[in-house]
């Protein structure tokens, strides 16, 4: 019977639904761990923690992502098609360039923590001394999973990432629920991230000896990614960051509370990318503008039911799970809309298991800048509301661009 289905989903999708369903079942493993984990913790903040407490530890941990611009960001993304296609070795010679290009990452910290230090609020300054000092070790020792992937490793990289998430989400939560101070939060977050990556770095590469080292070219595709990426790694935060910044603690709380079950939602599916990036990278353009666009049209239809369900579901969640925060239904299930605009993806993983440079620096560019406008003018007029139709439109805008991309792919 089980076999019987695969046959069926393997002429539907025009793939080999067998090996994707071996790999893909523990993608989506990892994604349901991960995802889990995270909204427990989120649930025990929420209900444990005051609001202004809540939501100035989500704004120190914004401003942390953001200072990853100063860093190689696009080298997971090049590491992993590297490694698909034989340069197993490239993720240890990543981790050492990577380190020296995040110097960037320390220096825009220390600036941040000395504005904040001046301005007599030295919780916030030590936050971001906190990240300063582990971001760098947290992204690049971060790059076995870029080997795992592209190794197709899947099995090995769910395990790792389960025993992680158990390990920082009991942290998390023991420590909110004994301390509840800010600090100690964040330092919690940081530090046991850059300890518990590190460990996992030394094991994969003892455990595995990759021996083929990458060629010059990996490097600089990453280099190119980065440089695209510096805009969306700004677009990011740029949401919480200009909440806080507006509005306050207790209104980013509550914008974080309403925004992360869509966002847990929508990356369960986003994440198949750890599947189509090594899969796409093998085959060629032709073949792929033939498949991919009747894949996007069967996502879109399974997402549509997720939406929905989700909508109707978002009053009882927030009633029984987070009653502080009852407000924040409408701002979900609206935000709930953008799950929908996940399904063009696999267009813009085309591009980039293809290198279309000129179409990555396209959407690269527009994509977070769009966002980063939008919040600008919206946010400050309409509240959350603005934050909220700002997201929106912004992913409208991606799907439609990585669309037309995706048809115009040189061959």
């Known amino acids: 019977m089980f076999t019987r289905i695969l046959s069926i989903a393997s002429r539907t999708l025009r793939m080999d639904a067998s090996k994707v369903f071996r790999q893909g079942s523990w993608v989506i493993s990892e994604t349901m761990v991960t995802a889990i984990s995270s909204f427990l913790v989120m649930v025990v903040m929420a209900n444990i923690l005051p609001k202004d407490v809540y939501g100035t530890y989500k704004y120190i941990l914004a401003l942390g992502a953001m200072l990853t611009t100063f860093s190689l960001t696009g080298l997971p993304t090049a590491l992993t098609r590297a490694i698909a296609q034989g340069s197993d070795r490239s993720f240890v010679q990543g981790c050492v ?63 790792i990432a389960g025993l992680q998430q158990l390990f920082f989400g009991v942290l998390l939560a023991s420590v909110a629920y004994f301390s509840g101070s800010v600090l100690v939060l964040v330092g919690t977050f940081f530090f046991s991230q850059a300890l518990v990556y590190s460990v996992t770095f030394v094991y994969v590469l003892t455990t595995y000896r990759p021996r083929t080292n990458a060629t010059p070219e990996t490097f600089e595709y990453s280099k190119h990614l980065s440089a695209m990426s510096i805009l969306s790694e700004v677009a990011n935060q740029i949401d919480e960051v200009l909440t806080f910044h507006f509005l306050g603690a207790a209104q980013l709380a509550t914008y974080t509370v309403a925004l992360n079950l869509p966002k847990r939602l929508k990356g369960i599916f986003y994440n198949f990318s750890n599947i189509i990036l090594p899969y ?117 805008y991606n799907s439609i661009l990585y669309s037309i991309l995706f048809m115009r792919m040189r061959l």
């Open 97 to 159: 360039l990577g380190l020296r290009w995040s110097v960037g990452i320390t220096v825009g910290a220390t600036a941040c923590a000395l504005y904040y230090h001046f301005n007599n609020n030295d919780v916030m300054a030590l936050g971001l001394l906190f990240a300063g000092i582990a971001l760098p070790v947290i992204k690049n020792f971060q790059l076995y999973e870029s080997y795992l992937s592209g190794t197709l490793h899947f099995k090995q990289k769910t395990i």
């Open 280 to 396: 796409l990278s093998t085959k060629d353009v032709r073949t792929i503008r033939k498949t991919v666009p009747h894949k996007v049209f069967l996502l879109f239809c399974l997402l549509s039911s997720v939406t929905l369900v989700y909508i109707l579901s978002a009053p009882y969640i927030f009633t029984y799970l987070f009653p502080q925060y009852t407000e924040a239904v409408i701002y979900s299930q609206v935000g709930a809309l953008t799950i929908l605009f996940t399904s063009t993806m696999p267009f813009r993983q085309a591009l980039l298991a293809h290198a279309q440079k000129r179409s990555l620096y396209i959407s690269q560019i527009s994509i977070p800048l769009c966002k980063i406008l939008l919040t600008l003018i919206l946010l400050p007029r309409y509240g959350i509301w603005g934050v909220v139709t700002a997201l929106l439109l912004t992913r409208l």
